[in-house]
């Protein structure tokens, strides 16, 4: 029903900067935000960013003042741009589409993953 294609993944030193893209296809029926999440090496999938339709944003903590989703609504694509990156950033990015919450910052995750984008962050 909804289909997701992640790029933009690299191999980076500590400090550089990626910047991650995400198309989207398909019925998204009431998903009407889009987000980013990560796994980690040996950890479970957590949540980067989130934007609404309106362009609300939503960060996790450890990623606030250095990353920054946006979206062009036109070509339906999210953006991740990544700046300052450490090897703690290092991870498996997903993009995924979400639905808004009753509250800033809640969001309801769907069963949609695209196929995931490497980020290596090097010492």
């Known amino acids: 029903q909804v289909q997701l294609l992640e790029s933009g993944g690299g191999l980076v030193e500590t400090g550089g900067s990626l910047r991650l893209s995400c198309l989207a296809s398909g019925n998204f029926g009431n998903y009407d935000a889009m987000g980013w999440y990560r796994q980690p090496p040996g950890k479970q999938r957590e949540m980067v960013a989130a934007?609404?339709?309106?362009?609300?944003?939503n960060y996790r903590d450890s990623v606030k003042g250095r990353f920054t989703i946006s979206r062009d609504n036109t070509k339906n694509t999210v953006y991740l741009q990544m700046n300052r990156l450490t090897p703690e950033d290092t991870a498996v990015y997903y993009c995924t589409v979400l639905r808004t919450g009753p509250f800033i910052g809640k969001f309801y995750e769907s069963d949609y993953w695209g196929q995931g984008t490497q980020v290596t962050v090097s010492s």
């Open positions: 934007i609404t339709g309106g362009g609300a944003t």
